[in-house]
């Protein structure tokens, strides 16, 4: 993750740069707030991949002499079949959708994003009293 880290700090170097030189030829202000923006998004992204990999074991991406094979396992747990993702799809389709035809969308499309939200996060939780 080191090399990750690196990466986006030096995107956040070369994007500040050309954030200036827009802005001082263009003269334009809703590009150079854009560039600005980020500049920021991207040194957020890379001072916590950064601080994270000094806080975990080196991956076979930091090392130079590592083999594609030195990567594979595990690569976390997933839903196996999970129906919260489409819940959270319909939802947000509706929800945008009422920014293009009417705010009023909005009262159909929040109720169903906080239902699939809510049932995403709390998948697999069980209370103290079920883990028997």
Do not use: C
């Not at 919260?84 to 009023?104: C, T």
């Amino acid at each position: 993750m080191k090399i990750q880290g690196r990466m986006f700090i030096w995107l956040a170097v070369f994007i500040l740069a050309m954030a200036v030189v827009y802005g001082v030829w263009s003269k334009e202000p809703v590009g150079t707030t854009a560039l600005f923006l980020s500049f920021g998004l991207s040194i957020m992204i890379g001072y916590y991949l950064a601080f994270t990999a000094r806080r975990v074991d080196t991956g076979a991406q930091d090392d130079k002499d590592a083999d594609v094979a030195d990567d594979a396992g595990e690569l976390g747990f997933f839903a196996p079949h999970s129906w919260q993702p489409l819940s959270l799809a319909i939802g947000g389709a509706i929800a945008f959708l009422g920014v293009i035809f009417g705010w009023w969308l909005m009262y159909f499309g929040a109720p169903i994003i906080l239902i699939g939200l809510f049932g995403w996060v709390f998948e697999f939780y069980r209370g103290a009293d079920q883990n028997q």
